[in-house]
């Protein structure tokens, strides 16, 4: 395959968006760089986004990557891509993941891809300030979700850990989907359309379940059964 | 010699970053150690100023980087302290004068010639803070028992995790015990409870700071406040001393401090 057809590239209204190909992650990265070199006064001080397809990539490929790049003066602003690696990799570079509009394709239904199977999102480490953590299936997190995180899922969350930021459960309208943790003090929490803060707590924190009932969001204690 | 590259940041402006390079640095270099400061914040320098230098810059770090002079020539000498030497940052240019990738390399430079590089990181997540942690071999943050400046912590902490940075640690900076037992004030529980990183220091309120660097002379130069004592301990302990009491030692003057309140 011809190295340029690997790249292709559109104008956006504010940037671009760069669409690679399939190949290795090598062949693609220096395919790129090529592109950008002959095209270097078009690139100049571009905002990019690239589609990577189903291309797994790492948080270092991805950082090397946004720095080879704004060596050279390119702002990359967002990665998107099929596979949850390079998502949630680009997710804690604090790169978007979507373009503002939706993808040119939009699903009429969009499909709870996760939860069919019951898959879940596992992350093992606290989601500190600052990150963005969206999935369609369910998330478990075994760490905590400081202030300033923000969960979004299409499923339940299930916290080991402190909840003190943002959480979604039941994103897309899933009104069964229930929200756990062991010390439930969040910021914000909203079930499919239903909101609510939390109360300031007496005593020891407890671990505690919410519950979308009878159209009110409602915790009780978290025990197995 | 291999320096050790040391960024301190902080994610908030104002907590206390400068002042922490300006005396960590004197400490290290009043102990016979070789440092060098690097002023990261192009544009709003200031830690020219804090350290008394101000009236002697000729060359700065954009001149390294853009080639108009050698890093030795931008490199000023203190006066008092032989060993110590800052590179001021530009103060007519932006951030975005120097990337990352210059950064590294002015380090690796300076790695074989010196003991110890400090960088001054600027306020913010953005590019400057980029080029300050980029060549890091180690990350302190700063940060007050504030909840705003402790959320910004929080995020810079994520920030270097997302670039698989060494874990950093912590030195928290005006701290005012009396307003912590009166429960107005976060106390080092509080903060250590949310950011779960290595304590290296804990330095307590004292006016002396201001003075000191309106004054241009880092109060670690002299050897009497209190926060000049706590920034010495958090040298000694960057350079590997006392690392198995660093806790305890800070418990210890914690307690001590909470117990003398009680009385």
Redesign the interface.
Known sequence: MAETSLVQMKGLRDGLLVSLGDAAWPVLESALMNYIEKNEAFFKGARVALEVGNQILK??EL?ALR?TL??RGIILWAVIGDSPTTESASQ???LATRLHKPRPTPEPNPPARGIDNESALWIH???????RVEYAGHVVIVGDV????EVIAGGSVLIWGRLRGVVHAGAEGNQNAVVCALDLAPTQLRIAGQIATSPRREGNPQPEMIKLKDGRLQAESWHPG | MTAQIVTISSGKGGVGKTTAVANLAVALASEGKKVVCIDGDIGLRNLDVVMGLENRIVYDIVDIVEGRCKTRQAMIRDKRLPDLFLIPAAQTRDKNAV???DMMRLCDELRAEVDWVLIDSPAG?E?GF?NAI?PADRVLIVTNPEMSAV??A??V???L????KAAPSLILNRLNPGLVRRGDMLSVEDVYD?L?IELIGIVPEDENVIMASNKGTPLTLDGKSRAGQAFRNVARRLSGEQVPFLELEAQSLWERLTRLGRK
């Open positions: 948080v270092a950082s720095d704004s060596g804690l570079l604090g480490k606290t989601l500190r300030s600052g990150v400081n202030p300033g995180a | 990337s990352p990738s997540i590019r980029r980029a959320r910004d929080d995020r902490i994520g920030l995790e997302a670039e698989e949310l779960r």
